[in-house]
C-alpha cells in the first residue's frame, strides 16, 4: 500500500513538562475505583491533553464558552512537549489507579489502540448517530481513530509533515528555491553549513522528534512499498535499504547538518528554531505557523514550507492522525460527547486555529494562516506514511528511539541498528 498506509491492526494513518496548576487527581465529580465501576453523573468535567502552552488559552477558551452554556464546570490539565513518550504512559496510569479524566486527547495509530483494546475508551459509535459526525469530519480520518470496527475516538486534526523554513536563511547560502531531489536537499545542507548556518533543528530528547528524519530517510531508500511492509513486519529491517537510511541518518550527525548536541535538546526549544534564525529549517506540520511563527509575532511572509524530496512516485510524507476519546467509565459521558461536539463546530475550529482540521469548513483561511493554507493547497491530496511513532505500540517505539541513540553516539553501526531493529519488530509482530 503505498497510499494512506494501513498498520497490521488496521491503522489508517493520515494527511504540540510540566503540568498544569490544577491537580491530576482532579477528576470526574468522583473517583473511577479500580473495579470497573462507572463514576456518577456530575455537572464537573475535566479533559487531559498535551497542548502546547501557545496554544492550550485557545481551547480553554472555547471550553469556557461550553461551559457558560451547559452549566458544567470543565477542568482542563496538560502534559505538553514530551509528546508520545510519556504522556501515554501518564495517562495509562491515571485510568489505572482510577482517577482518569473524562476525555483525553490522543493520537491514532498503535498509541490510541491499547486504550480502545482495553476497553478504556467508550464507544462512540452512538454519539455519531447522534451528532451526524460521519458526515461533517473527513471520512479517513475517522478510520484512523476507529480500531477493530469500534469508533473510539473523534478525530480533529490530520497532520502532515514537511520542511518549515527561513527564507532569509536560504538566501543567505545562496539558495534560491526548495530542493526538488533527496541530492538538491544535501547540497542545499552544505551551502548552509558553508555559510554558518546550522540546517535542521531536530532534538533528540524524548527520541521522537529527531525520528523525523529517519523514517524521512528510509522513505527515500527504501521507496513507499517497501516502507510499508516494514513498518507492519512483513519485511525484514536487516537489509540494505535500511542500513543505508541509519547510515545517511549519522552521516547528517556528522555533517553537522543537525544541531551539535541534538540528541539532548528538547523539541520544544529546537524546534522552533527556524523562527528566531537559529536554524534554515525544521521538520514540522502545519501547527508551526500557530505554535512557532504568530506565537513569535512573525510575518509569515518571511517563511516557506515544502514536501522533503524522496526520489519517488508517488511523492509521500510522514502523517498522523489526532482525536479525542471519552473515559469508558465517566459517569459524564453525555456531557463529555456535547462538548466534543461543541469543539468540532467549524466555528470552535477556527478559533482554536486549528490549522489541518478534519471538519468540513474549517480549513484555514489563507488571510490568516496563508502558510498553512499553502500546505493544503500543495500536499493536502498527497499520501503519506504512518509516522513512526504511531506505527509502533510505545514499547517497540522505545526500543527504536534507543536504537537511533546509540547509532548517533557511536556505540551502534548502521548494520547493528538494522539487525536490532528487525529483532524489535518481528517480535511485535508475531504477537
Keep these: 500500500m503505498t497510499g494512506r498506509s494501513y498498520t497490521r491492526r488496521g491503522f489508517l494513518a493520515l494527511s504540540s513538562v510540566a503540568v498544569t496548576g490544577v491537580a491530576l487527581t482532579a477528576c470526574t465529580g468522583a473517583s473511577l475505583s479500580g473495579g470497573g465501576a462507572t463514576a456518577p453523573t456530575s455537572n464537573k468535567l475535566r479533559l487531559f491533553t498535551y497542548e502546547d502552552d501557545e496554544t492550550i488559552g485557545l481551547l480553554k477558551a472555547q471550553v469556557k464558552k461550553f461551559d457558560e452554556q451547559n452549566g458544567t464546570i470543565t477542568t482542563i490539565d496538560s502534559l505538553p512537549g514530551s509528546g508520545a513518550a510519556q504522556y501515554p504512559d501518564k495517562l495509562r496510569t491515571e485510568l489505572l489507579g482510577g482517577s482518569g479524566p473524562d476525555i483525553w486527547r490522543i493520537w491514532g495509530g498503535q498509541i490510541g489502540a491499547p486504550f480502545a483494546k482495553a476497553k478504556q475508551a467508550a464507544d462512540l459509535a452512538p454519539y455519531y448517530q447522534k451528532y451526524g459526525w460521519d458526515s461533517s ?248 506514511y504512518t509516522i513512526q511513532d504511531q506505527a509502533f505500540p510505545k514499547k517497540e517505539a522505545d526500543q527504536y528511539f534507543s536504537v537511533q541513540s546509540d547509532l548517533l553516539q557511536g556505540s551502534m553501526t548502521p548494520a547493528a541498528a538494522a539487525k536490532k531493529m528487525q529483532e524489535i519488530v518481528s517480535a511485535w509482530a508475531r504477537n
Design 137 to 384: 469530519i473527513n471520512t479517513a480520518a475517522i478510520e484512523g481513530m476507529t480500531f477493530e470496527g469500534v469508533k473510539a475516538g473523534v478525530p480533529f486534526t490530520a497532520r502532515g509533515l514537511g520542511a518549515w523554513y527561513n527564507k532569509e536563511l536560504l538566501a543567505k547560502a545562496g539558495v534560491t528555491a526548495p530542493p526538488t531531489t533527496y541530492a538538491e536537499l544535501e547540497e542545499m545542507n552544505g551551502k548552509l553549513v558553508a555559510a554558518g548556518v546550522t540546517p535542521c533543528g531536530l532534538g533528540g530528547k524524548f527520541g521522537w522528534h529527531v525520528m523525523r528524519l529517519f523514517e524521512y530517510l528510509l522513505e527515500h531508500t527504501a521507496g513507499p512499498q517497501l516502507h510499508d511492509k516494514l513498518l507492519v513486519g512483513q519485511e525484514s529491517w536487516d537489509r540494505p535499504e535500511v542500513v543505508e537510511a541509519f547510515t545517511l541518518f549519522k552521516k547528517w550527525q556528522d555533517e553537522k547538518w543537525l544541531p551539535e548536541g541534538a540528541l539532548g535538546l528538547d523539541p520544544a526549544d529546537i524546534g522552533r528554531a527556524y523562527v528566531e534564525g537559529k536554524t534554515a529549517y525544521s521538520i514540522e506540520g502545519q501547527w508551526s505557523e500557530t505554535s512557532a511563527i504568530l506565537a513569535a509575532k512573525k510575518d509569515p511572509a518571511q517563511f516557506g514550507n515544502f514536501q522533503l524530496p524522496t526520489d519517488h512516485t508517488p511523492a509521500r510524507h510522514s502523517g498522523f492522525v489526532e482525536g479525542y476519546m471519552i473515559n469508558a467509565r465517566s459517569g459524564n459521558k453525555d456531557k463529555a460527547a456535547a462538548l466534543l461536539d461543541f469543539i468540532m463546530k467549524p466555528d470552535s475550529q477556527k478559533a482554536m486555529q486549528i490549522t489541518s482540521s478534519t471538519v468540513k469548513g474549517a480549513e484555514p483561511d489563507p488571510k490568516e494562516l496563508p502558510l498553512s493554507a499553502e500546505w493544503g493547497e500543495k500536499y493536502g491530496g498527497s499520501p503519506f
